[in-house]
């Protein structure tokens, strides 16, 4: 299996700007995470999806974020419209029961002008 | 109540030295505590993980102790190596958050050759 799959790996907009971020998880993995990472939060949890479903998006940071997961090979994260404090890397996240290991993706490194 | 406190936040070893790094909890349902090992550029791994019910957990170089009664826990590793440099986190969860993981702030760890 290539692991989870992340794209792009580098996106650089504009302030104010939409943009969309996608991931594939593992293969028959039912558990798909959102995660930020920056320097002065660290690692944050946006929300999570099982079997397609959002369980918990207490951890998205404001209206301007959103997520699908219309099967269970894709998710998408979107901001709009974008920020500079949203510059941050991304990280998806997948596995295969809840309370198991989970398998990141190699992070999408945004930066919002 | 939720909060992992991860410390040091960076740590300089010698080649075959031992790396200790060390996290504090509040939260006594926490479960289940992982630890993920972060190269540059890449998403975090799961390393090693240890459930309360264990007071220690060896796997090759890695191990984590486990204090329950002071809340805390640790990761050493042993006869360290330039190959080992990387962010290390500690992380939490249980069963009541739905095996969340709440993450450390992260220790950047450089062995020296």
């Known amino acids: 299996d290539a692991g989870v799959i992340q794209s792009p790996r580098h996106e650089v907009t504009e302030m104010g700007q939409e943009v969309t971020l996608r991931c594939k998880p593992i293969?028959?993995?039912?558990?798909l995470f959102w995660y930020r990472q920056t320097m002065m939060r660290g690692l944050e949890l946006l929300i999570y999806?099982?079997?397609?479903?959002?369980?918990?998006d207490s951890g998205m940071p404001e209206d301007r974020f959103s997520a699908k997961m219309p099967n269970a090979s894709f998710s998408t994260l979107k901001i709009q419209p974008s920020e500079p404090r949203d510059s941050a890397v991304y990280f998806c996240?997948?596995?295969?029961?809840?309370?198991?290991?989970?398998?990141f993706g190699p992070g999408t490194r945004l930066t919002v002008l | 109540q939720q909060q992992v406190k991860q410390s040091p936040q960076s740590l300089i070893v010698q080649k075959g030295g031992i790396s200790i790094i060390n996290c504090a909890y509040e939260?006594?349902?926490?479960?289940?505590f992982p630890w993920y090992q972060q190269f540059p550029g890449k998403g975090p791994a799961l390393l090693i993980a240890?459930?309360?019910?264990?007071s220690e957990k060896k796997e090759g170089r890695f191990t984590i102790s486990f204090n329950k009664s002071a809340k805390q826990f640790s990761l050493h590793i042993m006869d360290s190596q330039p190959g080992d440099s990387a962010t290390y986190f500690c992380?939490?969860?249980?069963?009541?958050?739905?095996?969340?993981?709440?993450f450390g702030s992260g220790t950047r760890l450089l062995v020296r050759p």
């Open positions: 293969s028959g993995h039912d558990y």
């Open positions: 999806f099982n079997n397609n479903v959002p369980i918990d």
């Open positions: 996240a997948s596995s295969l029961r809840r309370g198991t290991e989970q398998f």
């Open positions: 939260n006594t349902a926490f479960d289940y």
């Open positions: 240890i459930r309360p019910d264990v």
């Open positions: 992380a939490a969860t249980s069963m009541d958050s739905s095996y969340k993981l709440i």
